[in-house]
């Protein structure tokens, strides 16, 4: 069984920093493009930030130059570095990552359980 598990959330003042970590674990062959999403109260969960095996990322223009997503292959661990954070961050975060387990030969997105990041004013 594959799966992931996010870490990190929290209460923070807006200005402030977070780090959100999600460890892979269970029957892994491959780790393909990794990714943070988030949803806040009422609305669409959204697409933060993307990596991908080659370590090339990319962010949603609402995050870009305060939001920073890397990976760890070698622990199949992906975070996001979250700075100057605005109460318009505030949402449930989600990792999801494309897995292919040893148990089959293709693809599939597995996602996390999601963490709560809140950022008052």
């Known amino acids: 069984q594959v799966q992931l598990v996010e870490s990190g959330g929290g209460l923070v003042q807006a200005g402030g920093s977070l780090r959100l970590s999600c460890a892979a674990s269970g029957s892994i062959k491959s780790i393909n493009v990794m990714r943070w999403y988030r949803q806040a109260p009422g609305k669409q969960r959204e697409l933060v930030a993307t990596?991908?095996?080659?370590?090339?990322?990319n962010y949603v223009d609402s995050v870009k130059g305060r939001f920073v997503i890397s990976r760890d292959d070698a622990q199949n661990t992906v975070s996001l570095q979250m700075v100057s954070l605005k109460p318009e961050d505030t949402a449930v975060y989600y990792c999801?990552?494309?897995?292919?387990?040893?148990?089959?030969?293709?693809?599939?997105?597995?996602w996390g359980q999601g963490t709560q990041v809140t950022v008052s004013s």
């Open positions: 999801q990552a494309g897995i292919v387990a040893v148990t089959s030969l293709f693809e599939r997105a597995y």
């Open positions: 990596i991908t095996r080659g370590g090339v990322t």
